[in-house]
């Protein structure tokens, strides 16, 4: 029994140790980006040159926000029904599946982005006139003028900028929904099964709400990667607050300005964005 | 009773997971209220033969017919079929995101096209029956394991099944819950619901069993009464099992 002492004191120490430690842990990276984006928008309200680049840069704010927050939604559903498919027993789905994500990530976003905008949306487009104009000829005007409603010319560079950011998030939200469907046992679907529930509403009712409860941290950091790829789209001219800083630096020869108040911008968004997904995780397993 | 048609009827019913023959050629037939208990070593193929009877495994080949209907591999006839039988599963599966009002009112709602009230009015009947309707607004994960079985069977029930089927429901569990499931599994077989169940719990086989089925290597060796079972096994196999599980 006399020993128990000398057992205990070991824990103290460690806890002692610990708590230092803890001050050595703080997270002194944050507080160094929070002095940067502080003194960044400090010199934006101080200096007329800086001023007058962020008044100019920061309409391209709404351009990149809602282009951002359209493709995700977007590339949710595109996700859902290819991550669906990657784990379907039917063989044309399976594949289907499997090529789109298997061609999207071959493929540089760059690259993707300028392939879809100018040839994937007006081959698709002509090819649904071309049916329209068809039809017409059959004399089923009606039908005819619903396939002929759109047109490329009527096709901005900001559609097709959401329709690229789209299709090709949707092939990487794909695998994070295969995953998280994969992570759900086994057991569950048996048990729905059991309960005479089809395999759709097994998937609606119970594997789905607790797939996508595991992933969605996992689909925040995709959208915090959205926000970043979403400059991508100052390809096609549109004006997002890449497009617009390009435009400044180029018209005003004040590159600097420009582009750090460009970066600074972008770190602002996905910083406050990476602490919410933060937040969403530690939430999600106290509750576990 | 004694002309009564069988409820559940196995006709050669051959299962192989590639090489290995699950389920070997089985035949049986099960009347209507009667309780069943399939006992036997580990891999001998009476979970299998189990979860063959309500398709959760497709048999490689022969006929099961519930109630008068053979099973076929059509998908609706399937599921049809399923809402009419009840599984209990050896780890329960209860729906964790639900609370324990909504794993049994789910099915009822998306199955039978129950009202919320209607549903919930017959889950507590269900979980008043199971012994537990207090824990309706709580979550599977703050219930014990005992606790979380008898929902299970409470969400099986609450479909108004024919038949009930148990996985080894029992053997997930600590020794002190196992009571208060084989009460609930005894209480039903006593209100004369047709039951199927994989378990070696010789005393729910005393006091319950009807008939008793001893699989060995996918095959039905010997299927008895629990008297023929306890007082004059037939086979060596039988005989040898017996002795090594009621030893201890």
């Keep these: 029994m006399a020993e128990q002492p000398q057992a205990i004191k070991p824990i103290i120490e460690i806890d002692d140790l610990s708590s230092k430690k803890s001050i050595r842990d703080l997270p002194w990276w944050f507080f160094a980006l929070i002095l940067i984006a502080i003194y960044v928008f400090f010199i934006i309200t101080t200096n007329q040159n800086y001023n007058d680049a962020f008044n100019f840069i920061k309409i391209g704010l709404v351009v990149t926000i809602k282009t951002t927050l359209i493709s995700y939604v ?139 409860r595991n992933v969605l941290p996992a689909l925040g950091n995709d959208f915090v990667a959205m926000v970043k790829d979403s400059s991508l789209v100052s390809v096609l001219a549109v004006r997002d607050i890449t497009q617009v800083s390009r435009l400044y630096a180029g018209t005003t020869f004040r590159f600097r300005e420009a582009y750090i108040i460009l970066a600074v911008l972008y770190l602002t968004m996905t910083v406050i964005l990476s602490l919410g997904v933060q937040l969403l995780e530690r939430r999600l397993r106290k509750h576990d | 009773m004694t002309d009564q048609k069988p409820i559940i009827v196995v006709k050669d019913l051959y299962k192989y997971f590639g090489e290995i023959k699950a389920v070997d050629g089985v035949s049986m037939d099960i009347e209507q209220g009667k309780v069943v208990v399939v006992i036997g070593p580990s891999g001998s193929g009476k979970s299998t033969l189990l979860r063959c009877i309500n398709h959760l495994e497709e048999p490689t080949s022969g006929e099961i017919w519930i109630d008068g209907e053979k099973l076929t591999h059509a998908a609706k006839q399937i599921n049809e079929i399923r809402a009419e039988i009840g599984m209990v599963f050896q780890l329960f599966n209860l729906f964790p995101h639900l609370s324990v009002l909504e794993n049994v009112t789910l099915a009822q709602k998306v199955i039978r096209g129950r009202s919320q009230d209607e549903a919930n009015q017959i889950a507590m009947e269900k979980l008043k029956r199971v012994g537990i309707p207090e824990k309706a607004d709580a979550y599977p994960s703050n219930l014990s394991g005992g606790q979380q079985q008898r929902v299970a069977i409470a969400r099986a029930l609450a479909m108004d099944p024919k038949i009930m089927l148990f996985d080894e429901p029992t053997s997930a569990l600590d020794p002190e819950m196992i009571k208060e499931v084989l009460d609930v599994m005894l209480d039903l077989a006593q209100e004369g619901m047709t039951m199927v169940c994989v378990s070696h719990e010789m005393g729910f086989v005393r006091s319950a069993a009807d008939e008793v089925v001893f699989m060995d290597f996918g095959k039905i060796v010997e299927h008895t009464t629990p008297e023929g079972l306890f007082n004059n096994p037939q086979n060596d196999r039988t005989k040898l099992f017996l002795s090594q599980i009621l030893e201890h």
């Design chain 1, 74 to 212: 977007i590339a949710i559903l595109f996700g859902l029904l290819a991550g669906l498919g990657r784990i379907s027993k039917s063989v044309i789905l399976n594949n289907i599946s499997r090529l789109y994500v298997e061609l999207i990530r071959g493929i540089p976003i760059l690259v993707l982005i300028f392939f879809i905008a100018f040839v994937g949306v007006p081959v698709l487009v002509d090819g649904m006139n071309n049916i329209g104009y068809w039809l017409s000829g059959l004399g089923l005007d009606f039908l005819g003028k619903i396939f002929t409603a759109v047109t490329n010319q009527d096709l901005s560079m900001n559609a097709r900028a959401i329709t690229a950011l789209a299709f090709t998030y949707g092939a990487y939200l794909a695998e994070i929904f295969r995953a998280g469907i994969q992570s759900i046992v086994k057991g569950q679907m048996e048990a729905a099964r059991s309960l005479g529930m089809s395999y759709g509403q097994s998937m609606r009712y119970v594997i789905l709400p607790q797939a996508i």
